[in-house]
Nanobody, 126 residues
Framework: QLQLVESGGGLVQPGGSLRLSCATSGFTLAYYAIGWFRQAPGKGREGVSCISGSAARTAYADSVKGRFSISKDNAKNTVYLQMNSLKPEDTGVYYC???????????????????WGQGTQVTVSS
């Protein structure tokens, strides 16, 4: 059974950093694109970053470019989202999602992804 489990969320002050992890099981990570999405209170879910199965392609939302970095470790079946220079507007529940795609990925829409984790809360506040 394909599963994704997010961890690493928490409370951090503005300007701080967090590293989120998406632990996967039940499939070969090298064949799947992984996307990170977030949902702030009262808002819709938005794409943050993604990485293709081959890791040759990554993408970021304009709001996080230069601050967030996505990476993966196929041997550990885990995808990471390093978040630096965090802002209050980065607050939300962060989800990772998977779709079989070796060559590309998208942060434009969440309907491209078939499998979702339960989410981890990130709160940026002083």
């Amino acid at each position: 059974q394909l599963q994704l489990v997010e961890s690493g969320g928490g409370l951090v002050q503005p300007g701080g950093s967090l590293r989120l992890s998406c632990a996967t099981s039940g499939f070969t990570l090298a064949y799947y694109a992984i996307g990170w999405f977030r949902q702030a209170p009262g808002k819709g879910r938005e794409g943050v970053s993604c990485i293709s199965g081959s890791a040759a392609r990554t993408a970021y939302a304009d709001s996080v470019k230069g601050r967030f970095s996505i990476s993966k470790d196929n041997a550990k079946n885990t995808v990471y989202l390093q978040m630096n220079s965090l802002k209050p507007e980065d607050t939300g529940v962060y989800y990772c999602a998977a779709v079989r795609n070796l060559a590309s990925c998208t942060v434009v829409g969440d309907r491209a992804y078939n499998y979702w984790g339960q989410g981890t809360q990130v709160t940026v506040s002083s």
